[in-house]
């Protein structure tokens, strides 16, 4: 059996009807202790009244002057919502005011930061490039004759000359895309051949780690549109990143293969640590490190997977990840058939 729900009055929504009453004049403390009394007996018999109501049963109260009371209420709750609705809307005013002067300079902060990576790398470049000079002359005996000791240092040197330049590149890259000014010059290239020459460049880096790498890809595979510049940059750094997170005795194998009549699906796997599946996302970040810890075992600035993805992105496409854990990732993204 159902029970019914009490109909809806005004008096319903009142709160504290006695109180104002009182305060009105309208009744005595006296009157509304003998209201609420009556009330209670009323509900104990399964009929329950207003308050209200109880004091116009009563006799202490008309029922004009109920309505007055109740309707004086009324509007000075309608008062006080209107009131509380304009500060509220003044607040959220104020607030999405803050919430966009904190936006507009967190852009500015970006803008400076970007600005500040490519003047300092372009900077960096001019005395890089006479250190680099002198190094060649230096091997080349242009400049007089080296002990192997020396040349061996200055080998060094030359390795170490050549890793600031490509991480100053990077930076400048970064910037670049930061500033939404990355320049992607498409044409119709041979993905082919650009997954070998990757895999080439990285075959020494490989063995010497104990690591497998080899290249799979399709005999079918036609030209894709993109840049070759800049994809290959791309391959170079999934290789590196696979390679660096690999044990001695895993592989690293880069796939190119066709997919349908329009796609050619490029990826990378290794059989390395992997990633936490919450911390997918976060490999993303520019200057990020999953491992930020001062000991971490892996090097590397954190610039390389963020540039990775805006490299791809602006190419028009995405690139996706599929890791577990301690067996290993695979990066992949897919490339338009040229027309």
Not at 151 to 166: D, N, V
């Amino acid at each position: 059996m159902t029970q019914s729900l009490p109909r809806l009055s005004p008096e319903m929504l009142v709160p504290r009807m006695g109180d104002y009453l009182i305060q009105k004049g309208l009744i005595t403390p006296e009157h509304l202790k003998a209201a609420l009394d009556y009330q209670q007996e009323q509900t104990a018999k399964g009929t329950p009244v207003l308050l209200g109501q109880a004091l116009v049963d009563l006799g202490f109260l008309s029922r004009t002057d109920l309505d007055q009371a109740v309707t004086e209420q009324i509007l000075q709750l309608r008062s006080a919502l209107q009131a509380a609705n304009r500060t509220l809307e003044r607040r959220v005013q104020e607030r999405t005011a803050e919430l966009e002067k904190a936006l507009q300079r967190v852009s500015e902060l970006s803008q400076l930061k970007a600005n500040f990576i490519a003047n300092i790398s372009h900077e960096l470049r001019t005395p890089l490039t006479h250190i680099k000079g002198y190094i060649e002359l230096l091997i080349s005996e242009s400049l007089g004759p080296l002990t192997e000791e020396q040349r061996h240092a200055l080998q060094i040197s030359q390795q170490s000359s050549s890793k600031l330049e490509g991480l100053i590149e990077d930076l400048i890259m970064v910037a670049l895309a930061s500033r939404g000014e990355l320049s992607i010059k498409m044409e119709n290239i041979d993905i082919r051949r650009i997954a070998s020459l990757a895999v080439k460049s990285f075959m020494g880096q490989a063995q010497t780690r104990g690591i497998t790498l080899r290249a799979i890809v399709d005999d079918d595979v036609p030209l894709v549109q993109g840049d070759p510049q800049k994809i290959g940059w791309v391959l170079s750094q999934l290789i590196d990143n696979g390679i660096k997170f690999t044990s001695a005795g895993g592989s690293v194998t880069v796939s190119v293969r066709r997919e349908g009549k329009n796609l050619v699906i490029v990826s990378v796997s290794d059989t390395g640590i992997g990633i936490p599946s919450h911390r997918l996302e976060e490999i993303f970040e520019p200057f990020h490190q999953l491992d930020g810890s001062p000991t971490r075992h892996y090097g590397g600035t954190g610039l390389g997977l963020s540039l990775v993805r805006q490299i791809i992105e602006a190419h028009g496409s995405m690139i996706e990840v599929h890791s577990v854990e301690g067996r290993g990732s695979t990066f992949k993204f897919p490339l338009l058939v040229a027309k």
